[in-house]
C-alpha cells in the first residue's frame, strides 16, 4: 500500500477570508500565485496520511470481480506515475473507494473517503489555471493555423497561413475567438491579480484592522517582487542550459523566425548576455509605456507580462496605502475614477489593475457572486491548472520550441512546399489536380496538428508540474521564510 500523502490536497473550507496571523500564505492570497494547497503541504499531509491510496497519489489500488470467482482481485494501476496532475485529475473517476484496503485505512471505520471541500474564493485559483492554458492554446495554435489571429470577417492578405486566409471561420467569431485568443486571457490575469493583492487587505480595513492591515501590506510589497521573479530567474538559466548543452539544436525557429535564444561564443558571454537581460527585466524604474514599448526578453519572449504585472500591482499597493483609512465610499470612487482615467490615457493593463480593485471592494460589500459562475473553476481539473498556472506560463514557450517544432516545421515546409506544386499545377490548367494535392496536403497537416498538440500538451503538463513541485513551490516557502527572517520581531 503506498503512503497516502497527498501533496497538493485542498484544505478546510474557512471564510471569505481568515485571520491573517500564520506563517504560511493563506490559499486565498492568490498574490503568491499559489493555491493554498501547496503551501499547507506538511500540516496536509499529517493530517491525510493513513487514508488510503487516491487517484491523485503515484500509484493506486483498484478493485473488480474476475468472471465467475468469489473474491475480488486488487491490481496496482500504475498509469499514474505516469501522468501529472491536470491529466490524473480527468481519471479521478476511477472507483478506488471500494477496495478493501482502502475502506479499513479509513479513520474511525468510515465506508466513503473524505472528502476536501474547496475554500470560498478557490474559483480564483481556476480561472488563473484556466486563462494560462489559453495563453498556451494561443501561442501553440496561431502557430499551426495564423489566420485565426484575424477576426470575424476582417480583411486579410493572401498568402500561405495554413488555412487560406479564411476570415469566415466559427472560430473566428467575436464571442468564440475569447477561447482561444491569448489576449483576452492576459487581460483576464491582470483583472484577477488586481483583485487578488487587495482582497486580503480589503477585508481586513473592513473588519477595523488598519494596522494589521498595513503589516499584510507591507509583508505583501516584500515578498512580491521576489514571487515573481525569482521562478523566472530559474526557468531562463533552464533555457541557457538547453542552449549550451544541445549545441544551440534544442531549440528550433518556428515559422516566424521567432524562438530560438541567442548561444554565445562561450559559457561566459552567454551568462553575461543572460545576466544583462535579466536585470533589464527587474529594472524597476524602467518606461513601461502600455504596450507601446514591450520587453521581448530573447530566453523567454512571453515574459513582457511580468514587468507589467509588478507595476500594476504596486499601483494596487499605493491606493490601498494612500486611501487605508479613508471613507470606503470615496476608496471605491478613485478606484473607479482611476480606472476610467488610466483607460482614457491609453494604459489599459493599469486600468485593468484597478477595476480588480474595485472588484474586490464590491465583492466585499455586496452579496457573494452566483455559486453556477463559479462552478466551472471548481472543478478538479481547473483547480489542477491553477496549482501550476504560474508554472505553466513560464514553460509553455520553451516546450513549443523544443518539442512542438519538431512537429510543426516539417508540417509547414510540406504545405508550403504543396501550395507551390497546386500553383504550378494551376497555372497549366490543372485545376482539378491543383485541389486534390492541396487535399492531401491539408489532411496530412492536420494529422501532423493532431499528434504534435497530443505529445506537446502532455510534455507542457508535466514539465509544469515538474517546476511547480521543484523550483515554484520552494521560492514560495523561500520568500516567506526570507519575510519571516527580516520582520522586526515584536
Known amino acids: 500500500m503506498l503512503e497516502t500523502r497527498s501533496k497538493y490536497a485542498d484544505v478546510e473550507a474557512r471564510e471569505h477570508l481568515v485571520d491573517p496571523q500564520y506563517s504560511m500564505p493563506d490559499g486565498n492570497d492568490a498574490e503568491e ?15 491525510v496520511r493513513g487514508h488510503g491510496p487516491d487517484i491523485h497519489d503515484f500509484g493506486v489500488l483498484i478493485t473488480w470481480r474476475p468472471i465467475g470467482g468469489t473474491k ?80 470575424w470577417h476582417s480583411s486579410s492578405d493572401s498568402g500561405s497561413d495554413g488555412g487560406g486566409g479564411s476570415a469566415d471561420l466559427f472560430l473566428q467569431r467575436p464571442v468564440v475567438r475569447v ?35 498595513l503589516d499584510a501590506l507591507a509583508g505583501s510589497l516584500f515578498r512580491r517582487p521576489l514571487r515573481l521573479y525569482l521562478p523566472i530567474v530559474a526557468a531562463t538559466l533552464v533555457n541557457v542550459a538547453l542552449v549550451r548543452g544541445g549545441g544551440g539544436g534544442v531549440f528550433q525557429k518556428d515559422p516566424t523566425g521567432a524562438g530560438v535564444p541567442p548561444r554565445g561564443a562561450t559559457l561566459g558571454r552567454q551568462l553575461r548576455h543572460w545576466w544583462a537581460h535579466t536585470v533589464h527585466l527587474v ?27 509588478f507595476k500594476g500591482s504596486l499601483l494596487v499597493f499605493m491606493l490601498l496605502l494612500a486611501f487605508m483609512k479613508a471613507k470606503r465610499w470615496l476608496h471605491m470612487s478613485v478606484a473607479l475614477g482611476f480606472t476610467c ?6 494604459d489599459l ?18 452579496p457573494p457572486a452566483e455559486p453556477l459562475l463559479q462552478r466551472p473553476f471548481t472543478t478538479t481539473f481547473a483547480q489542477c491548472l491553477g496549482k501550476t498556472s504560474y508554472a505553466l506560463y513560464l514553460a509553455h514557450g520553451t516546450v513549443n520550441h523544443t518539442v512542438g517544432t519538431r512537429f510543426l516545421n516539417p508540417a509547414w515546409a510540406a504545405w508550403v512546399s504543396a501550395e507551390k506544386v497546386a500553383l504550378d499545377l494551376r497555372e497549366t490548367g490543372l485545376g482539378d489536380a491543383a485541389d486534390a494535392v492541396l487535399y492531401r496536403s491539408w489532411s496530412a497537416y492536420m494529422d501532423a496538428a493532431l499528434w504534435g498538440s ?37
Open 341 to 346: 482615467w488610466l483607460a482614457q490615457l491609453g
Open 33 to 47: 500565485g499559489l493555491n493554498s494547497s501547496l503551501l499547507s503541504e506538511k500540516k496536509q499531509s499529517r493530517r
Open 454 to 490: 497530443l505529445v506537446n500538451t502532455f510534455v507542457l503538463f508535466w514539465a509544469a508540474d515538474l517546476f511547480c513541485r521543484a523550483v515554484d513551490v520552494p521560492m514560495v516557502k523561500l520568500t516567506w521564510a526570507l519575510g519571516s527572517w527580516a520582520w522586526k520581531k515584536k
Open 283 to 309: 529594472n524597476l524604474f524602467r518606461n513601461i509605456d502600455g504596450r507601446a514599448n514591450l520587453y521581448s526578453r530573447p530566453y523567454d519572449r512571453h515574459l513582457w507580462t511580468i514587468p507589467v504585472e
Open 349 to 366: 493593463d493599469m486600468s485593468l489593475f484597478c477595476s480588480g480593485l474595485l472588484l474586490a471592494e464590491l465583492s466585499i460589500v455586496l
Open 179 to 213: 477561447l482561444h485568443f491569448g489576449r483576452a486571457s492576459v487581460t483576464v490575469f491582470f483583472v484577477v491579480s488586481g483583485y487578488v493583492v487587495a482582497v486580503k487587505m480589503l477585508t481586513m480595513i473592513h473588519r477595523g484592522q488598519p494596522d494589521r492591515a
Open 72 to 151: 475480488p482481485a486488487t491490481a496496482r494501476l500504475a498509469l499514474c506515475r505516469l501522468l501529472t496532475r491536470p491529466a490524473r485529475a480527468l481519471f479521478r473517476d476511477f472507483d478506488c473507494a471500494k477496495c478493501p484496503q482502502y475502506l479499513q485505512a479509513l479513520p474511525g471505520g468510515s465506508r466513503t473517503a473524505p472528502r476536501r471541500p474547496l475554500s470560498p474564493t478557490a474559483y480564483l485559483d481556476g480561472v488563473r489555471g484556466v486563462a494560462a492554458l489559453v495563453v498556451y492554446v494561443f501561442h501553440w495554435g496561431y502557430l499551426w493555423f495564423p489566420f485565426l489571429r484575424q477576426g
